[in-house]
Each structure stands twice: as structure tokens, then as C-alpha cells.
């Protein structure tokens, strides 16, 4: 497992300080927390293992698993004009020796920035940041989906272990 007190202080907030500099809504402690409780239900497994992989042989990738169909949709949105300074902020993240769909898997940084622009294409505003069952439901909702295996119940207890001791007001 990587460490979610220092997932949260070396990729989550950096991630989300850059973003918001194109756009200061896509930084708050709802988001924040969001993705943290995102990492931990999506990639958390067998004996606490972070998995960067979708197991046993699934096409999602990156802590947040986000799956290559996913990964390409938000390339094409941030592709149109109105989304230039977020493309520019999340191009910037990127390592230019490989492309964008290699680094899904790896990059952190990269993963977070399309997890956060995955929550922000959506019209419903996000729950309050203390609201963990909402923001459990959120992320079924408009990230797992109804046909997705996840539980918001298996998000809401794994937030609770891993993240409430962590909290730091972000």
C-alpha cells in the first residue's frame, strides 16, 4: 500500500494546487478527500496491496484504475479549445519520452490530474468533505458506475481506516 498520509501530501494536493491554477474549484478538501477515498476502493486489495494494475487481468490502470476507453475520452475533452489551460496544466505532468496512455499506469501525478478531471466533467457538485457516505455514493455514481463492482460501503470503511487518522484540513 502506498502510504495514504503521504499519497495525499505528495501527489493529491500538488495535483490538485496545479489545477487549480486554471481553475480554483478543481482544488478543495472535497476533492481531495474524493480522490483519496477513490485511490483506496479502487486499487486497495489482497492483504492492503496498492495495485497499478487492474487484477486478475482487467484493462484499468493506475491507482485509480482508470480503464484505456476512459483515459482516451478525457484526452479527446481536454482536447477541445475551452479546455486548453487544463490540457496545458495536465500535459504538464507528463514525461515526454513516453506517451500519456503508457504513463497512465506509473505516473502518479498523471493518473491523479485525469481521476480529478473525471469528478470535474460531471454537473453535480460535490458533497460536502466530512460527507464520506456521499462521497462514497459520488464516486459509485460518476466514477464506478451502477454496473461497476465496487461498494460504497467497502469505500466508506477503507476511507474510515486509512484516512480519518490522516486528515489533515487540506
Known amino acids: 500500500m502506498i502510504d495514504p498520509g503521504q499519497f495525499r501530501t505528495h501527489v493529491v494536493t500538488p495535483v490538485l494546487q496545479l489545477l487549480a491554477r486554471v ?6 478538501p472535497a476533492a481531495t478527500e474524493l480522490l483519496m477515498g477513490t485511490y483506496l476502493a479502487e486499487s486497495l486489495a489482497h492483504g492492503g496491496r496498492t495495485y497499478f494494475r487492474q487484477l486478475p487481468d482487467g484493462p484499468a490502470e493506475s491507482p485509480f484504475q482508470i480503464e484505456p476507453t476512459t483515459h482516451e475520452s478525457h484526452r479527446v475533452w481536454l482536447e477541445w479549445p475551452r479546455n486548453q489551460p487544463l490540457r496545458e496544466a495536465v500535459d504538464s505532468l507528463l514525461v515526454s519520452a513516453y506517451s500519456s496512455r503508457e504513463q497512465l499506469c506509473w505516473n502518479l501525478a ?4 485525469i481521476a480529478r478531471c473525471h469528478f470535474w466533467r460531471r ?12 462521497l462514497a455514493e459520488y464516486w459509485k455514481r460518476h466514477y464506478n458506475t451502477a454496473l461497476g463492482k465496487g461498494d460504497p460501503k467497502v469505500w466508506v470503511r477503507r476511507y474510515r481506516r486509512y484516512c480519518l ?3 489533515t484540513g487540506d
Open 165 to 167: 487518522p490522516n486528515v
Open 110 to 113: 498523471y493518473a491523479c490530474a
Open 123 to 134: 454537473s453535480q457538485p460535490l458533497p460536502e468533505p466530512h460527507d464520506i457516505n456521499g
Open 23 to 28: 481553475d480554483p474549484r478543481l482544488h478543495s
